[in-house]
């Protein structure tokens, strides 16, 4: 009899990458992020390091490799800007796990669902950043502002699809 | 073992966050030496990441930058002679209004020199072009392509010729990074150039600046400008930081109002920026030179507008009288503006009388005596004023 577990679809559909992509590609990202929105401001409610923490995290379906990918490009992040180092990082780390959790369940290489999952995770990272600033850093100041985060998703969004089409020929079938 | 096995993804997750959550509480401390924000080994790892990305952000400056110049000092030329032309003149009521200005300035000074006030100006800047931003909506942080070895440190002043821009936060050997006055944890000493107001004003979550320490005031008026107070030590007194933009209740801060202030610098499009290195008490040598240019040629347009002109007629400038006299100022420079136009014209205003062979002899309204003027230069005759009686 043949059992048919969690793991073993895991293990089947999981996809690498080549050291490259994963070193490069999340640098690229964060380089990116830092070096648009000073050529076209609007590009800043853009957040290419989250859409390319979900992509590895969904087509890895590991959810520790998705964690660390996370932390990575996050922290990256917070060391470019101003913000305590961690801030992003933390956010990140969580939205990989959950995306690689996530991932390992349902089929990802659907458009509306990929579409679904970025949307979904944008507004999860808004809410994961609120509850870090005020709760964790304590800035009272800090208010969600949830037709702009919309807005913010939606942008994410659309970005995120053409970026994912692009990213699927960088896998490795295993 | 299995309990590990089992829950070895969240146990993995949680350790992460934890050692995340602990380098987040180390940062938050509340720093013990104010030119340092980051810890060491904070600033290592930011000093790390600054050299592995600074590199590739010069060289994409580079070609944006050389782009654009080429577009525009080559190819997109138009106007550019009606621009100089306009700037000239721009420039020569400038310089008119400086030197009347820099009057008031002399006294000010005395009356502080007399209070015991140092005033600090600007006395030496470095100059530095913007290569990165922070990406981020929740950080407004520049960098810029100068560092330690270029004698930044971190508090300077960033400024550009329109007003503040911020401070600086991180300095790295070759870079630094320069916190706007419209970031979250940014904040300054600044005062309403009318009213004296003394507040402090903060940048806000979403970018914005305003001040958030004052009640209400019916003095304070959208359009006042606000410039920086000298009393945080970090920005020299005077500098234009931006004009009020309007005035509301803040619900959260009550009795405070929230004044949002429109800074003078598009901060969303620094280009280049000036990193204030030193502040001295007296001026330097080469603004001291300009002021006296300035006010040699304020007394120049003086004399010009007061002294009865020689007039040429082979000048248009004479028919209207506008003729431009003699400047009796050694120093002053060869060209002179036209005098400004007379506010109250009166019967000794230049041009305002008519010829000697059109005047009366004897006539009751004879000119005044020409007191003080030589006679080589002596004016005809003021036009006849009309009698009282007849006006009555």
Same mark, same amino acid.
């Given at each position: 009899?043949?059992?048919?577990?969690?793991?073993?679809?895991?293990?089947?559909?999981?996809?690498?990458?080549?050291?490259?992509?994963? &070193?490069f590609v999340p640098l690229g990202a964060v380089l990116l992020q830092v070096l648009l929105p000073r050529e076209f401001h609007g590009l800043a409610i853009l957040d290419l390091p989250f859409i390319v923490t979900l992509f590895f995290a969904i087509s890895r379906r590991s959810p &520790?490799?998705?964690?660390?990918?996370?932390?990575?490009?996050?922290?990256?992040?917070?060391?470019? $800007? #101003?913000?305590?180092?961690?801030?992003?990082?933390?956010?990140?780390?969580?939205? #990989?796990?959950?995306?690689?959790?996530?991932?390992?369940?349902?089929?990802?290489?659907?458009?509306? $669902?990929?579409?679904l999952l970025a949307f979904g995770f944008s507004l999860l990272q808004s809410v994961l950043l609120y509850l870090i600033e005020r709760r964790l850093l304590g800035i009272r100041a800090f208010h969600l502002m949830w037709l702009h985060e919309l807005l913010r998703a939606a942008a994410?969004?659309?970005?995120?699809?053409?970026?994912?089409?692009?990213?699927?020929?960088?896998?490795?079938?295993? | 073992?299995?309990?590990?096995?089992?829950?070895?993804?969240?146990?993995?997750?949680?350790?992460?966050?934890?050692?995340?959550?602990?380098?987040?509480?180390?940062?938050?401390?509340?720093?013990?030496?104010?030119?340092?924000?980051?810890?060491?080994?904070?600033?290592?790892?930011?000093?790390?990441?600054?050299?592995?990305?600074?590199?590739?952000?010069?060289?994409?400056?580079?070609?944006?930058?050389?782009?654009?110049?080429?577009?525009?000092?080559?190819?997109?030329?138009?106007?550019?002679?009606?621009?100089?032309? %306009?700037?000239?003149?721009?420039?020569?009521?400038?310089?008119?209004?400086?030197?009347?200005?820099?009057?008031?300035?002399?006294?000010?000074?005395?009356?502080?020199?007399?209070?015991?006030?140092?005033?600090?100006?600007?006395?030496?800047?470095?100059?530095?072009?913007?290569?990165?931003?922070?990406?981020?909506?929740?950080?407004?942080?520049?960098?810029?392509?100068?560092?330690?070895?270029?004698?930044?440190?971190?508090?300077?002043?960033?400024?550009?010729?329109?007003?503040?821009?911020?401070?600086?936060?991180?300095?790295?050997?070759?870079?630094?990074?320069?916190? %706007?006055?419209?970031?979250?944890?940014?904040?300054?000493?600044?005062?309403?150039?009318?009213?004296?107001?003394?507040?402090?004003?903060?940048?806000?979550?979403?970018?914005?600046?305003?001040?958030?320490?004052?009640?209400?005031?019916?003095?304070?008026?959208?359009? %006042?400008?606000?410039?920086?107070?000298?009393?945080?030590?970090?920005?020299?007194?005077?500098?234009?930081?931006?004009?009020?933009?309007?005035?509301?209740?803040?619900? %959260?801060?009550?009795?405070?109002?929230?004044?949002?202030?429109?800074?003078?610098?598009?901060?969303?499009?620094?280009?280049?920026?000036?990193?204030?290195?030193?502040?001295?008490?007296?001026?330097?040598?080469?603004?001291?030179?300009?002021?006296?240019?300035?006010?040699?040629?304020?007394?120049?347009?003086?004399?010009?507008?007061?002294?009865?002109?020689?007039?040429?007629?082979?000048?248009?400038?004479?028919?209207?009288?506008?003729?431009?006299?003699?400047?009796?100022?050694?120093?002053?420079?060869?060209?002179?503006?036209?005098?400004?136009?007379?506010?109250?014209p009166d019967r000794f205003t230049s041009g305002s009388t008519p010829p000697a062979s059109a005047m009366t002899p004897g006539a009751a309204s004879s000119a005044p005596s020409s007191q003080g003027a030589p006679s080589s230069q002596q004016p005809p005759p003021p036009q006849a004023?009309?009698?009282?009686?007849?006006?009555?």
């Amino acid at each position: 009899m043949v059992t048919r577990s969690y793991m073993s679809r895991r293990e089947v559909e999981q996809q690498s990458f080549s050291l490259a992509v994963a &070193i490069f590609v999340p640098l690229g990202a964060v380089l990116l992020q830092v070096l648009l929105p000073r050529e076209f401001h609007g590009l800043a409610i853009l957040d290419l390091p989250f859409i390319v923490t979900l992509f590895f995290a969904i087509s890895r379906r590991s959810p &520790i490799a998705g964690t660390v990918t996370g932390a990575y490009i996050g922290l990256l992040q917070d060391v470019l $800007t #101003g913000q305590p180092i961690g801030v992003n990082g933390m956010a990140k780390s969580m939205i #990989g796990y959950a995306g690689a959790s996530l991932g390992s369940r349902i089929d990802v290489e659907n458009t509306k $669902t990929r579409a679904l999952l970025a949307f979904g995770f944008s507004l999860l990272q808004s809410v994961l950043l609120y509850l870090i600033e005020r709760r964790l850093l304590g800035i009272r100041a800090f208010h969600l502002m949830w037709l702009h985060e919309l807005l913010r998703a939606a942008a994410n969004t659309a970005v995120a699809l053409p970026v994912f089409l692009l990213l699927d020929r960088a896998k490795h079938q295993e | 073992m299995d309990f590990l096995r089992q829950y070895k993804n969240a146990l993995f997750l949680i350790a992460v966050l934890l050692a995340q959550a602990i380098a987040l509480a180390v940062q938050v401390r509340r720093p013990l030496d104010a030119a340092q924000p980051d810890g060491p080994s904070v600033r290592l790892i930011r000093m790390w990441a600054m050299t592995t990305v600074t590199p590739l952000e010069r060289v994409t400056h580079a070609i944006g930058h050389g782009a654009r110049y080429g577009w525009s000092e080559y190819i997109d030329l138009r106007h550019v002679r009606q621009q100089n032309k %306009e700037l000239q003149q721009q420039l020569a009521r400038v310089r008119i209004e400086e030197a009347a200005i820099a009057e008031d300035a002399q006294q000010g000074r005395r009356l502080q020199a007399m209070l015991g006030f140092r005033e600090h100006y600007v006395g030496s800047t470095v100059a530095a072009e913007v290569i990165g931003a922070s990406g981020s909506e929740q950080s407004y942080v520049l960098t810029i392509d100068k560092g330690s070895r270029d004698g930044l440190r971190p508090d300077m002043a960033v400024i550009t010729q329109d007003g503040v821009v911020g401070k600086l936060r991180d300095v790295f050997p070759t870079t630094s990074q320069v916190l %706007e006055l419209n970031d979250q944890s940014s904040g300054a000493g600044v005062v309403l150039a009318s009213t004296r107001i003394r507040a402090i004003l903060r940048g806000t979550l979403t970018g914005r600046v305003q001040i958030g320490n004052l009640t209400a005031d019916s003095r304070i008026k959208p359009g %006042e400008p606000v410039l920086t107070s000298g009393g945080d030590q970090v920005y020299p007194r005077g500098l234009p930081v931006g004009v009020v933009e309007s005035i509301a209740p803040d619900p %959260e801060h009550q009795p405070y109002t929230a004044i949002r202030v429109k800074p003078a610098v598009d901060l969303d499009r620094v280009e280049e920026v000036l990193v204030i290195t030193g502040t001295q008490a007296e001026l330097t040598p080469a603004a001291q030179q300009d002021l006296a240019d300035a006010a040699a040629q304020h007394a120049a347009d003086l004399s010009a507008e007061r002294l009865p002109g020689i007039h040429d007629d082979e000048t248009p400038g004479a028919a209207n009288g506008t003729a431009a006299a003699t400047p009796p100022a050694a120093n002053a420079p060869a060209v002179i503006p036209h005098p400004l136009p007379t506010l109250h014209p009166d019967r000794f205003t230049s041009g305002s009388t008519p010829p000697a062979s059109a005047m009366t002899p004897g006539a009751a309204s004879s000119a005044p005596s020409s007191q003080g003027a030589p006679s080589s230069q002596q004016p005809p005759p003021p036009q006849a004023q009309p009698q009282p009686e007849a006006t009555k």
